[in-house]
């Protein structure tokens, strides 16, 4: 989670055994624009203007937080600039993403209303195979990379998707190795989602219910969504200016929780199409409560939010269907974000 939050931080989720009707696919991998490097000599004025943009990112990682206790890495680590505006041709630049405390608070990506119910029919999976489990995730990763671009767009903020490194071999990425404890992290060095294809399905004992392994994906990819709008530029900067611990923690939940009301917010959207019933919501607020901070336990670990603000704000992405319901960062009750 680069932001931080990955999904647990209580005892490991148990699940009951639900075969899933589902589903088919659509694969398709959407590309982003790259940014370009442009000089306009003005002869008159004998001057150079220069548009640059930097996709840099910081060695920051937002991984699954283990019902072990284990640190979330990557949260401390110094923080790059953010991408600036992008250069288009035949010259137009796109505006620079949201920066600042308007970037969390006030971000354009809350004014542009519900996600569009795309179509998004998924795969059946049968978790007991690899091949099934990746077909599985690249079909809802084709359906969060269409619901998210085009959120994008209305909002005005450049998007690129997020790579995807599906392991079922040990490797390393600019953030972290794996495998590790967490099963599933995003890795804002590189703007990618990784997951263990085998190692997500022993987290969760091996559960049948396709929509609690769409949830770990669209829960990682709403820390992408954090990162795009700008967002988490501003909250790793403030992050690290807290001295105590407890009191980066209380960022970090809002992270947590805003990212588990963007997975929400997506799966509410193509409940139609996907298909998902009231058993599957059922499941997905089990998985909520599941994954959350474990009751009693130790305010240094406090990370995720307790279970039943994990609940509500999950439950209130599947109902309201908008980013303007998963703000956070602006609330008169504190309470929601313990």
């Not at 931080?4 to 209580?10: I, K, M, V, Y």
């Not at 990379?145 to 998007?159: C, K, L, N, S, Y």
Request: hydrophobic share 35%; glycine share 8%.
């Amino acid at each position: 989670m680069s932001v931080g939050l990955d999904r647990g931080g209580s005892d490991e989720p148990s699940r009951p055994a639900r075969a899933r009707r589902t589903h088919r696919i659509n694969r398709r991998v959407l590309g982003a624009a790259c940014g370009l490097v442009v000089a306009l000599p003005a002869l008159s004025l004998l001057s150079l203007a220069t548009v640059q943009e930097e996709d840099t990112r910081a060695d920051t990682v937002t991984e699954q937080h283990t019902r072990e206790g284990d640190d979330k890495p990557g949260q401390d680590g110094a923080v790059e600039d953010a991408p600036t505006g992008r250069l288009e041709l035949p010259g137009r630049v796109v505006p620079d993403r949201p920066d600042g405390e308007t970037a969390l608070i006030a971000n354009p990506l809350y004014q542009t209303g519900r996600l569009s119910p795309l179509p998004c029919p998924v795969p059946e999976v049968d978790v007991d195979r690899v091949s099934s489990m990746e077909e599985f995730l690249h079909g809802v990763a084709d359906c969060l990379d269409q619901v998210w671009r085009t959120q994008f767009e209305r909002a005005g903020i450049p998007f690129e998707p997020p790579e995807r490194v599906f392991w079922t071999e040990p490797g390393a990425s600019p953030c972290r190795a794996y495998p590790s404890a967490a099963g599933a992290f995003y890795c804002r060095a590189n703007g990618a989602i990784y997951i263990g294809v085998e190692d997500v399905v022993e987290k969760w004992h091996g559960a049948e219910d396709s929509v609690v392994y769409a949830s770990l994906l669209a829960h990682e990819y709403g820390h992408h969504v954090q990162g795009e709008s700008g967002l988490l530029e501003y909250y790793h900067e403030q992050r690290q200016l807290e001295e105590e611990v407890t009191e980066r923690n209380s960022w970090t939940r809002r992270s947590e929780l805003q990212a588990n009301c963007l997975a929400g917010a997506f799966l509410g959207s193509i409940r139609v199409s996907y298909p998902l019933d009231e058993d599957d919501l059922e499941a997905l607020l089990e998985d909520a409560s599941a994954t959350a901070d474990r009751e009693g336990g130790p305010e240094e670990e406090r990370t995720h939010g307790q279970a039943e603000n994990s609940v509500r704000w999950t439950h209130t992405g599947w109902e309201e269907q908008s980013p303007s319901a998963c703000n956070t960062w602006d609330l008169e009750d504190e309470s929601l974000v313990q």
